[in-house]
């Protein structure tokens, strides 16, 4: 009797409108094809769950920390249309370079930790976090020439000379908020690439409710004004660099964070190197259309012009929150 020998390598062609070469194949018999396409819904299934595990807590989390701006801004528009121009120029565009540049720069450290999560060498994922927080903090001062001489910066770009006074007092009360970029963004992300983002969500909803309390106290109550204003977003920050910190540090992340390590400083150029290039994008990005905002301010009644624009383009900011924590969800579960 003669036997026929099947190749193992032998492929399928479409199963629609086609009879199947392999039908012959006593093993394909075995495996209905319609497990196999239940096998794969179950599949994208169970993988589309865990993407929403992640991306809904990063939606949230992502909201609530750009509703404090938000917050802030409708509380100086409660002061004066002026104090309103600066605090919008202030956040809108100063802001908006330091915090694209820095979220940018964290970026790679999203990248880094969700490889080392993903093959399991958990100790390297603190080493990262504090190597980060050295360069970014390191960039972080470097920028702060952009809050002491925004005045300057804003009358030569045309400004009006009352605007840009107004915006280099609130910049220079905006300092730790922007110093709080290298820390709230850098614990975000070593959070994230573990898949705790329930942690991440529940902290940015406790700021965001606390700051609608500390706002109304600092402009209903003390009447401090607009400096006060200003103080209040970087309280927030924070508040919740240190919610996230003490997660971290005190049991929350016994695996990936074993203390501070001399590590940190090994490798700093390398990392900036990496860093660096996603910053410049993420910065080009995040201000090429906030440029309208200083254009607005070569328009009669600039201080009505610059609110107006700068409320759109807080709720395009708003709004595009949502994507981004989608993004973020996308790039932990490919890192991991």
Request: proline fraction near 3%; glycine fraction near 8%; charge should be neutral.
């Amino acid at each position: 009797m003669a036997i026929r020998l099947i190749n193992p390598r032998q492929t399928r062609k479409n199963r629609v409108g086609t009879m199947r070469e392999d039908e012959d194949d006593p093993l394909a018999l075995l495996i209905p094809h319609h497990q196999e396409d239940g096998n794969l819904i179950e599949r994208t299934w169970s993988e589309s769950k865990k993407l929403w595990q992640v991306a809904a807590p990063s939606i949230f989390s992502r909201l609530a920390m750009f509703s404090v701006t938000v917050v802030t801004q409708s509380f100086a528009g409660h002061l004066s249309d002026l104090d309103l121009a600066a605090i919008s120029i202030a956040t809108t565009v100063i802001i908006a370079i330091t915090f694209g540049f820095m979220l940018g720069m964290a970026s790679a450290l999203e990248t880094l930790c969700g490889q080392a999560y993903g093959a399991k060498q958990y100790h390297m994922l603190g080493t990262y976090l504090q190597r980060s927080w050295v360069v970014l903090f390191l960039c972080a001062v470097l920028l702060l020439p952009l809050f002491v001489f925004a005045t300057p910066l804003l009358k030569l770009m045309g400004q009006s000379e009352v605007v840009a006074e107004q915006t280099g007092l609130v910049a220079l009360w905006l300092i730790p908020f922007h110093l709080s970029f290298p820390f709230q963004l850098t614990l975000q992300r070593f959070l994230q690439s573990q898949r705790k983002t329930g942690v991440i969500a529940w902290v940015s909803g406790g700021v965001l409710a606390l700051h609608v309390f500390v706002s109304w106290v600092f402009v209903y109550e003390l009447r401090i004004g607009i400096v006060g204003t200003a103080l209040t977003i970087g309280f927030a920050w924070w508040l919740s660099v240190l919610g996230l910190f003490v997660c971290t540090v005190c049991g929350g992340c016994s695996e990936t964070w074993t203390g501070f390590s001399a590590q940190a400083f090994v490798g700093l150029w390398d990392f900036f190197k990496l860093s660096l290039a996603s910053g410049f994008m993420l910065l080009l990005e995040n201000f090429y259309f906030r440029v309208l905002v200083i254009v607005s301010g070569y328009i009669h009644n600039t201080e009505i012009a610059v609110d107006a624009l700068s409320i759109c383009m807080s709720i395009y900011a708003w709004e595009s929150m949502i994507p981004l924590g989608f993004l973020a969800a996308v790039g932990v579960r490919v890192a991991n």
